[in-house]
């Protein structure tokens, strides 16, 4: 018993020295600067300042560019990320059986995840500019040109901006859920003359529950994380429709002040943190009842 206690508290201290330089760089650079951010949130300044309570918080809901900005995100990440799921699951779906394309989909599907950034912003301005390609075949078709970054279908090039960033790697988790189903439970159920419908509510969608909260997760995340595409694309003061919660804390954080981007940094974490928790509950329970 005690070479066993040894043994363990020499792996402990080797797994401590392994992970103490991601916890002490996490901390310096993310969990220190943040509850220094919570403490600024509560003072009327940042150096010197009083504590004023949830002041700065009252005044963050009362403004217009901050409701339009969270206002947008919502809209965004509500509409956004179940369509880029459904076409994720769709294409591994395709992608899981023999089709004669197969190939050149894997290619097209992993080419988002290794693309630079700024490459991808510099294609979609190719052809949403105002001299760009899709308003090119739309002259020829008679059909007028469109500022798209300026007016209401920014919203929808964003949005497919965004699932063409993405939906490489939901396909890719998808496929690794659909090959871990065992046929055995597709032949069983052609034996009891299930359809394909069936098939997939029954047995599909039931097995890859685990990884859809998984993809659903991350996909939350990212679609908070589009301020790059949108800023490289549409500048520090885009479209009101696709102006975020990320272009509101740029601009605060632009004209120094701290204590509103403080405030909405808070808020924002506390909703990641709130819709997280919420997922991993609902992932718990249905994997209880799977099990």
Known sequence: MAMFLKIMRRHSVVAVGFLAPSVIGFSIFYLIPFAMGVHYSFMNRSNGGSFVGLTNYKELLASDSFLKAAKNTFLFTSVSVPITIA???????????????????????VLPLVVPVASVVLIWQLLFDWNGAVNSW???????????????????????????KNIGYNIILFLAGLQSIPKDYYETAELEGAGAIRKFTRITLVYLTPKMFFVVLMGL??????????????????????????????????SLDIQRLTSAAVIMVVCLIVLVTGMFTLERRFTSDLD
């Open 138 to 164: 739309l002259h020829e078709l008679g059909v007028s040109r469109m500022d798209w970054m300026k007016s209401e279908w920014a919203r929808g090039v964003l949005s497919v901006v965004y699932a063409w």
């Open 87 to 109: 076409l994720s699951l769709l294409l591994a779906l395709l992608l899981n059986q023999s089709i004669y394309f197969r190939n050149w989909l894997r290619t097209a599907y």
């Open 221 to 254: 995340i990212s679609s908070f994380r589009i301020f790059r595409e949108t800023y490289l694309i549409a500048g520090d003061y885009p479209h009101d429709s696709i102006y975020m919660l990320q272009h509101y804390m740029n601009n605060m954080f632009l």
